[in-house]
């Protein structure tokens, strides 16, 4: 496998289900990110790890929840979602954050919260 | 309003045909890239620029840092360039902002 990878790609869940998105990176990188793209808007993004540690929490609610164990994972825990929640969740690594570097993005797990 | 502001927002082209989009931004900025959405949603970083132009086959950008703008040019364009642009800025505080996109289909 090389560059980012995510799964699932599809994911259909209702509002009291837990489930978590996986993505992974092959390019020795030290930064992760999770962004939320929803129809009609700019990507947002949501949480940003350097190095395994949490240095951006874009005031995500707390139904979404991020773990980062290494340098390579990172996920992110959904809970009691509500379908405005419904978006396309992309990954993203890049050689560390704070700095102007590529990111390179995974395909996107698409959500449809019912 | 959005800190990065793209046009046109949407763009048909015939096959062949000399393409423009264009990127206004209003934050200071350490690095501009350009990103390209296929159906589907994966993203890939075309280009990463803080001044001047970079050329990457038929795909050319530029920006200008003291008018705060960037264009991505397409020459010679291909249905296979059909996809969504995205301009992202890295302000001088390291943090991203998105433009929403222009959506470019190209007509055989």
């Known amino acids: 496998e090389t560059g980012v990878t995510q799964t699932p790609r599809h994911l259909v869940m209702g509002m009291t289900n837990k489930k978590s998105l996986k993505c992974e990176q092959h390019?020795?990188?030290?930064?992760m990110y999770w962004y939320k793209q929803s129809a009609k808007k700019p990507l947002e993004l949501m949480f940003v790890y350097n190095f395994k540690e949490q240095t951006e929490n874009n005031s995500v609610p707390s139904r979404f929840s991020p773990e980062c164990p290494n340098s390579s994972h990172l996920f992110l825990h959904l809970h009691t979602l509500q379908p405005e929640d419904s978006a396309l969740y992309l990954c993203?690594?890049?050689?560390?954050?704070?700095?102007?570097?590529?990111?390179?993005f995974g395909p996107g797990t698409r959500l449809t919260v019912t | 309003k959005n800190e990065v502001e793209q046009s046109p927002q949407n763009l048909t082209a015939q096959e062949g045909e000399f393409i423009t989009i264009n990127c206004s931004y209003s934050?200071?900025?350490?690095?501009l890239h350009w990103l390209q959405q296929h159906p589907g949603g994966g993203i890939v970083s075309l280009f990463m620029l803080s001044s001047g132009k970079k050329k990457h086959g038929r795909l050319i950008a530029t920006i200008n840092i003291q008018e705060k703008h960037s264009s991505l040019h397409i020459t010679a364009s291909h249905p296979r360039d059909s996809a969504v642009y995205i301009c992202a800025v890295m302000n001088t505080g390291n943090q991203f902002y998105f433009g929403t996109g222009t959506s470019l289909t190209v007509i055989p």
């Open positions: 993203a690594s890049s050689q560390i954050a704070g700095a102007p570097y590529e990111q390179y």
């Open positions: 934050v200071g900025i350490s690095a």
């Open positions: 390019l020795g990188h030290n930064a």
